[in-house]
């Protein structure tokens, strides 16, 4: 089924572009595949449509589907999605960048390469807890990827987001030690369909918040705020399995 959605998405994704002219393709095609993998993704709230940093946990690779697919953002992933068959070239239609967590040395590299992604999109997406967790938990918010931020461009404001995938948020996380590709497949062989509620919260303006560490502080409160209301207990600490 992706590789049907493609033949038809792909193609008029390089037409649009031939002409010079927007394409909604990407958008539209990464979409459908968060369907075609059981995802019925409704959106809650409303993203800002341009110059917009978004700043969501993060619980599977299917997140960033669910968030192109109603936005149109792109992306700021780790470099292992990338070697991972199907979700990394999902991955690479909506000019995701991959990131090295352990690469210390090239944080100022991988920065770059943010801000060349910020010019060229209208809006980026960053999962700061650096990780995946399991849908009840929320990690510290790492923040050498903000640094972006550090000062802000003129008129890019910072949107939070919640994902929420219900009562199955624990069976769709990966985390552990299953390998990217064993979680596709174990995903992509499931029966029946899941809820996955994409949450954009109230954006806020990050001079208000001078600094990467604020802007972390206050995102992740409002995340962390939404999730404990949509789950109705507070969060527990993660630890993987």
């Known amino acids: 089924m992706m590789f049907v959605a493609a ?19 990407p958008r539209l095609f990464l979409g459908v595949c968060a369907r075609i993998c059981g995802a019925r993704v409704r959106r809650k709230g409303v993203p800002l449509k341009r ?9 599977s690779w299917i997140d960033i589907l669910a968030i ?5 953002s792109a992306f700021v992933a780790k470099a292992e999605i990338r070697q991972s068959p199907i979700v990394g070239w999902l991955s690479t239609l909506n000019r995701t960048v991959f990131v090295s967590r352990e690469d210390r040395l090239g ?6 390469k ?9 809006s980026i997406t960053v999962f700061p807890e650096g990780t995946t967790t399991d849908g009840h938990s929320l990690k510290p918010f790492k923040t050498p990827m903000l640094k972006v931020l550090e000062p802000p461009p003129q008129g890019v404001y910072v949107q939070p987001v919640m994902l929420d995938y219900g009562e199955v948020a624990e069976e769709i996380s990966w985390i552990g030690v299953e390998t990217g590709k064993d979680n596709a497949v174990r995903l992509l062989a499931r029966k029946g369909s899941f809820p996955l509620f994409v949450n954009f919260l109230e954006p806020f303006d990050p001079h ?6 604020k802007i972390a502080a206050e995102s992740r409160s409002r995340i ?14 993660f630890t993987a399995h």
């Open 7 to 25: 033949c038809i998405a792909v193609p008029l994704h390089y037409l649009w572009r031939l002409f010079r002219l927007s394409s909604p393709w």
């Open 51 to 59: 110059d917009v940093f978004y700043i969501s946990n993060h619980i």
């Open 68 to 72: 192109a697919g109603t936005s149109g």
């Open 107 to 112: 944080v100022a590299d991988q920065i770059n």
């Open 114 to 122: 943010l801000r060349d992604a910020m010019a060229e999109n209208w």
């Open 208 to 213: 208000e918040f001078p600094g990467r560490k």
């Open 224 to 237: 962390e705020a939404a999730l404990v209301e949509t789950l109705g207990k507070p969060l527990r600490e």
